[in-house]
């Protein structure tokens, strides 16, 4: 009885840590090359597991890129809502929010996210996706952060809360594209200070809906 109740949560165990070690896997080649340049067959052989096992969990090599992009903007989350716990609640106007929000995210690393997601998503690689792919990723994240701003902010309406984030988002794919354009996505201290210049002039001209007087 124990061993037969056993056997599928070994197999559900196996198949998780194969499903972990080819993500790994992938994730470590982008980085290594800079963009998603690699066959089915280097990835199993990255990751320790046969060709048909790729298959088993994804339906083609794209799919693996794509869902290792949402893994890193699903950390991107987590280090949001880190920053928002470290950060002091408002008084529960819009323009403490505001504040809140922007905190966040100067706290992120984004530049790294930005270049890494850049040598992924590039119109220019081989894989011909979208050039509005970054944005699209971007886009993807909103939702839940104006969730996690809402929970901390309870005093507020949720649709009041999700503009600003939407607003601050959006720019933010906004400056992205403008950082790439200007710096290449070259991570040094000159190009940081390309970001921190665009960020802040995103947020100078966001803040202006949200007026303290």
């Not at 067959?41 to 339906?59: C, Q």
């Not at 997601?117 to 081989?126: F, H, I, K």
Request: with cysteine; charged share 25%; net charge negative.
């Amino acid at each position: 009885m124990t061993s037969v109740n056993l056997a599928p949560d070994r197999r559900a165990e196996l198949k998780a840590r194969h499903r972990e070690a080819i993500l790994a896997a992938a994730d470590s080649l982008i980085r290594e090359r800079g963009k998603p340049q690699f066959s089915v067959d280097e990835l199993a052989e990255r990751a320790d597991v046969s060709r048909r096992t790729v298959f088993n969990h994804f339906g083609s090599l794209d799919d693996v890129i794509m869902t290792t992009c949402t893994r890193l903007l699903s950390a991107v989350v987590d280090e949001f809502r880190a920053a928002t716990q470290a950060t002091p609640a408002g008084d529960g106007s819009l323009v403490a929010l505001f504040d809140e929000i922007t905190s966040a995210v100067r706290a992120i690393d984004l530049p790294t996210v930005v270049a890494y997601l850049w040598g992924v998503l590039d119109a220019d690689c081989e894989t011909g996706r979208s050039p509005h792919a970054l944005g699209d990723v971007f886009t993807r994240a909103t939702e839940q952060l104006s969730i996690e701003i809402a929970d901390r902010n309870t005093a507020i309406d949720g649709f009041e809360v999700a503009i600003p984030v939407s607003s601050l988002m959006n720019g933010v794919a906004v400056v992205s594209s403008h950082w790439i354009a200007r710096t290449g996505g070259t991570l040094d201290d000159s190009s940081r200070a390309v970001w921190d210049d665009l960020l802040d002039r995103l947020i100078d001209s966001v803040r202006t809906g949200y007026p303290a007087a």
